[in-house]
């Protein structure tokens, strides 16, 4: 695990190419483990519209939506804990977020073919002096960051298996989104489509 170069989007930091091929095999094994104790489920958004993102998560919370709300939950939908986050995800958590909290969700979202991820902001959590650290896995997705508030300038990014993005400081709190991914252009996942792991302190 390399931090290598270092590109700046709007404060936003991006680490291009920061896991090797292996590193990257390792984890998908590792999401598969987490798939297999906490299946992935399609979210409703609050109004009652299926994401197209698929979901599950590892740590003492979990990632939820549905017509509830967006909320950080201590069991997966079905019940079950959710399992927790591997070593070799927590390692890249040091790595990148270095003298932070320990991460207490690792949430896991995979885009299929046509999925995306619309400008948000990352507020569910308590502690915005904590970043978020996000890893890309399979294939590019076109990563777009903008303001603390809404609406603005944007600029975007393509994401490649492997790199490493970290959304911390005086950019916690900026919207962001996936505005389409490039449907097969990894080998990384048979059948394709992309994974991103987001960590972050909840508490
Ligand atoms: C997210 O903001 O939760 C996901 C970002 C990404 O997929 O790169
Ligand atoms: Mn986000």
Redesign the pocket.
Known sequence: MTKGEQIDLRGVSVYPGALGPDEQAVLVERVREIARAAPMFHPETRWGKQMSVKMTSAGRFGWVSDRRGYRYERAHPSGVDWPPIPAEILAIWEKFAPGMRAPECC?V?Y?GEGAR?GL?Q?RDEADFSQPVV?V?LGDD?L?RVGNIERGGKTESIW?HSGDV?VIGGAARLVH???DRIRFGSSALLKGGG?I?L?LRVVT
């Open positions: 949430l979202n885009y991820m948000h990352d996000s890309s997705g990563f994401l993005v962001h989104g996936v992309r991103n987001t």
